[in-house]
């Protein structure tokens, strides 16, 4: 069983940079691909970005490209999601998510879920 955390949540104005990280415990997570969801009200849970597991390739949706920086840290078991130039757009509850032996993460195959934070970006 793998426990995911996620920590940075918080309120932010527009144009504005949040860094969110989550850790990982119960084992080690280096075979698995990391990322990170989004669920704003009343839509559906989507995809932000992913950092594979075996060559640590990155993968964003595109309205995030440009913008957010995906990261891993093996060591700490712990994976990053650097947030600039936020819009209000942004504003939904942020999931951390791990697939065994993934690239690109896919929401039906995720074996692993955070408990999601809340990002909100003010206009």
């Known amino acids: 069983q793998v426990q995911l955390v996620e920590f940075g949540g918080g309120l932010v104005q527009a144009g504005g940079s949040l860094r969110l990280s989550c850790v990982a415990s119960?084992?080690?997570?280096?075979?698995?691909?990391l990322g990170w969801f989004r669920q704003a009200p009343g839509k559906e849970r989507e995809f932000v970005g992913a950092?594979?597991?075996?060559?640590?390739?990155?993968y964003y949706t595109d309205s995030v490209k440009g913008r957010f920086t995906i990261s891993r840290d093996n060591a700490l078991n712990t994976v990053y999601l650097q947030m600039n130039s936020l819009k209000p757009e942004d504003t939904a509850v942020y999931y951390c998510a791990a697939q065994y032996r993934a690239n690109k993460l896919s929401r039906p195959l995720v074996d692993y879920w955070g408990q999601g934070t809340q990002v909100t970006v003010s206009s």
């Open positions: 119960g084992r080690t997570v280096s075979s698995y691909g």
């Open positions: 950092v594979g597991w075996s060559m640590g390739i990155t």
